[in-house]
């Protein structure tokens, strides 16, 4: 049993065991309402990776949270972040348009 940050983080981390990428996008709105963003921010801070930092943010990005929280995820990530290589929105599921602010490949 996981908290609902967890469960959402892990679908980012291995998209295809939590049913693929229809399922991931389903789940993360589905929990928009929901989701503990303190919480959220918490998780990320305590798991240090910033590529999972970055797929998270452009999913709160995506899901309008509040400018604060993407900010503080923003300071989380690593200080260069432009100078950084483009990672997936979801490991192994290859996609072509970048989104700059975070660096991550999207549908």
Request: hydrophobic content about 40%; proline content about 8%; glycine content about 6%.
């Amino acid at each position: 049993v996981t908290t609902l940050e967890q469960t959402l983080v892990d679908t980012l981390h291995r998209p295809m065991s939590c049913g693929g990428p229809a399922v991931v996008f389903e789940a993360w709105e589905s929990a928009a309402e929901i989701l503990s963003q303190e919480n959220m921010t918490t998780l990320l801070r305590q798991i240090g990776d910033p590529r999972l930092l970055r797929r998270a943010g452009y999913m709160l990005g995506r899901l309008g949270f509040d400018r604060k929280v993407l900010e503080e995820l923003e300071i989380l990530a690593p200080q260069t972040i432009e100078h950084e290589p483009a990672v997936s929105l979801l490991p192994g599921i290859p996609f072509s348009t970048l989104d700059p602010r975070w660096r991550v490949l999207v549908p």
